[in-house]
């Protein structure tokens, strides 16, 4: 690291007249070591006193849920109601990781061998979890939470767009385990680099963008041993069928083209629509945008707050300033409940357009199908695949779209954005390397290790 550490503030995309506190970058190859001591004695902590250290993390911070979730909302532009929603999701998460490591973490006796023979779960060692700023406390929650129920520490880098809330986050945290078990290292690429490649950093977690991804798949190829989970994004479809319940659909896909003004790595980006439903579909869509409108997402009646920063804006205005027919025309607002911030009006493009760039904005694609072959092919047109929802009263129907999507989350009659803590999460193609998060990520977080004693081994 220089001499000078780099330091920095973010702005609050929803009131930009708001300087949030100076945060500066952390030395990394303290917090490395600082990891690895810690790594042998955590991982031999009986699992159940690791879990008693993980309730009180919960405790804490259920203690400070509205102060966490104004955190979220002044710092990244979303809505407080969402950032609630995230604070629930977090605080649950404990549960549900203690009960998954209980059942994949366990020692199990195999029978039917030569020998006496065991099968048990190995902590992996010291882990870095890398965070992004649209829900910038519950995924990385998910991975952070998972690696220390399985013996591993964690050094967590969140996205220095969301900063201040992952500070705070730690300091609720960082005293309920021993020290060096969690650590937060602050900073940007450099410092993410650094920890995610470091040898002695034995499983990467990180949620992000693909160029980032690949770049970290290229350069921990070699090291075999070393677990790397990617959760990438997507290019996610809406298929409305002729038998779908179209105020359903439209409000669904309303819905998860605007969540987090569309900055979710599942939100809605393409709509296929069956021919026969073109028209009435687009005014019933065109209404339910209309529920999405910017506001300060600091007021409880907000249901649009603003894009994260200036790139992402000048992002959405590249795309609304193309040539193209538009179903709804998206917009910049300069200002929102009196506060000027990165606001904008979700759109709708009608027509076919790159499947392969996910655009992480509340604007997209309208497109038409013909027959189920049709709505396949369109839907699996894409390199991403992460979620898929159908619109259908017709089971049958939506079991044989499961069969041919490719795409690691499908969901009938549900938002694309609708993805419970209770179940699995994780992408195919370009939206992740089979590693999923949410429900079970506990199991890629220790290695599995066979036991065998063969005959008069032991001596008294």
Known sequence: MPDAVPCWRNLSPGDLSFELPEVCATPVEPAIELAVRAAKSWSRMPMEDRFSCLRKAQEHLAGQKEELARGIALETGKPITEARGELGAVISKFDLTIEDAAAELSRREISGGPHPAWVRQVARGPAAVVGPFNFPLHLANGAIAAHLAAGNPVIFKPSPLAAVVAQSYADLVTPCFPPGVFQLVQGGAAEGRAVCVDPRIRAVCFTGSLPVGRALARELAEDFSKDLALELGGRNPVIVCEDADLDLAARAAADGISLTCGQRCNATSRILVAESLCDRFTEKLSVELKRY????????????????NDAALRRFEEIANQRAEWITTPRAVAAADGKRGYYVEPGIRLGAARTDVESFVPIADFEVFHDFDD?????????????????TRDQKLFWRFADELRAGNIYANLPTTFSPSTLPFGG????GNGRPGGRGFVRFCSVEQAIQLGKNTFHC
């Open 293 to 308: 409108r910017p506001g300060d997402p600091l007021r409880d009646e907000t249901t649009l707050g603003p894009l994260i």
């Open 375 to 391: 709505a396949v092919a369109l839907a699996n047109s894409s390199p991403f695949g992460l979620s898929a929802a159908v619109f």
């Open 428 to 431: 195919l193609g370009w939206s």
